[in-house]
């Protein structure tokens, strides 16, 4: 089975500051790990994947990830936060070994990024 | 953006009504799934389909049928809505079947059940 963690419902983080939300996974095999972002009323939005090789990931609007196979993480960075970016955030996980193409998906936390 | 469309976007409705929500994609892509979306459980996977007439369970799929009949329509119905079901509804679509490619979302359908 996979599954996703988030331990914070919420990070509040002042305009220009670096940001970190968390993510730890699960996954029997080597995992595929998505960040997702979505903002009120709409549905979610790609932001940036980890399939192989280096373990830091660059995406969308600045964002970055970092996977860390050891601590099973997938943290997302930003070096410094605005206050459009202020959303909620979802990390996603599927295990590469299994044929399902079905995303498992952490709670979500939501950041907020004050000016 | 995807070409995805869910329809409807807002719904109100009675316990043990059937309702049937719509997604409409226009990439032509083979995989389609339907999710809830509920405070503190994230996203969870009803149904998803695979193709014209194939599809599988997820892990909240008790009380929810699915029907794939064309490549852009998955439809998403409940037999007798309960109380339980009231939540957001977001269709995705993937492609090709490379299972590293994102999943794109629909802008969500709100179902009320009273």
């Known amino acids: 089975a996979q599954s996703v963690a988030q331990p914070e419902d919420q990070v509040n983080v002042a305009e220009g500051n670096p940001l970190t939300v968390k993510c730890t996974y699960s996954?029997?095999?080597?995992?595929?790990l998505f960040w997702y972002v979505q903002y009120p009323n709409r549905g979610l939005q790609f932001l940036l994947k980890?399939?192989?090789?280096?373990?830091l990931v660059k995406g969308s609007y600045g964002f970055e990830a970092e996977f860390n196979k050891s601590q099973t993480s997938f943290h997302l960075k930003k070096p410094s936060a605005l206050v459009s970016d202020s959303a909620l955030y979802f990390c996603?996980?599927?295990?590469?070994?299994?044929?399902?193409?079905?995303?498992?998906f952490g709670s979500g936390t939501r950041l907020q990024v004050q000016p | 953006d995807a070409g995805i469309t869910q329809s409807p976007r807002h719904k109100v409705t009675e316990t043990g009504t059937p309702v049937t929500l719509r997604c409409h994609q226009t990439?032509?892509?083979?995989?389609m799934y339907w999710y809830r979306q509920d405070p503190g459980h994230g996203l969870r996977l009803i149904h998803y389909?695979?193709?014209?007439?194939?599809?599988d369970k997820g892990e909240v799929s008790d009380g929810y049928s699915v029907s794939r009949s064309k490549t852009e329509d998955f439809l998403l119905t409940l037999e007798s809505a309960t109380s339980s079901q009231t939540s957001v509804y977001f269709c995705?679509?993937?492609?090709?079947?490379?299972?590293?490619?994102?999943?794109?979302f629909g802008d969500g359908t709100r179902l009320s059940i009273l």
């Open positions: 389909s695979y193709g014209v007439k194939d599809t």
């Open positions: 990439e032509n892509h083979r995989y």
């Open positions: 996954v029997s095999g080597n995992p595929y």
């Open positions: 996603a996980v599927r295990d590469r070994q299994t044929g399902r193409r079905a995303l498992t």
């Open positions: 995705a679509i993937s492609d090709p079947d490379d299972g590293n490619q994102p999943q794109h």
């Open positions: 980890y399939i192989t090789g280096d373990n």
